[in-house]
């Protein structure tokens, strides 16, 4: 009986060890159906939102293609110094955040929260097509 609850007890601490190597979402990410509203401008710099605005996203259709990306999006530990576009999340609360979001070389959406000094975060290619198409 003690070796069922020892071999049990390992089991367990097995199977917590191994859901905990898991890939992080974005942080925000469960706020992604509350987005009303996305605004894109050329990027700038690190660690800035550049508010002068070239294209504004309100259409279902437009919002989709980001809420995709953002919802599917996991943290990745590659560092970006540029990016091209710096994008404003705006909320049905009036809330906003800011990022900074790239396209790499293999079709996928890198993105990063403006003020966070080193997380980034990447949506495969099959998540990132239709926001490629949109912005790109």
């Known amino acids: 009986m003690k070796k ?17 190597e898991k890939t992080t979402g974005m942080p925000g990410s469960n706020q992604v159906n509350d ?4 605004q894109i401008s050329k990027f700038k710099g690190l660690g800035s939102l550049n508010e002068n605005f ?4 309100t259409e279902d259709k437009e919002l989709k293609a980001f809420k995709n990306v953002i919802k599917h999006a996991k943290k ?3 560092t970006v110094d540029k990016y091209d576009y710096d994008m404003e999340l705006v909320f049905s609360d009036g ?4 990022l900074h979001i790239t396209k790499n070389n293999k079709d996928e ?7 966070d000094s080193t997380d ?3 949506s495969s290619s099959e998540y990132s097509k239709d926001l490629i198409k949109l912005i790109y």
Request: proline share 0%; with cysteine; charged share 20%.
């Open 4 to 20: 069922f609850l020892f071999l049990f007890a390992l089991l367990g601490f097995a199977l917590v060890g191994c859901q905990s």
């Open 35 to 38: 987005i009303k509203e996305v």
């Open 54 to 57: 070239k294209q504004k996203f």
């Open 76 to 78: 990745q530990d590659k």
């Open 95 to 98: 809330g906003d955040k800011g």
């Open 109 to 115: 959406i890198i993105l990063k929260y403006i003020g």
């Open 120 to 122: 980034t975060y990447i």
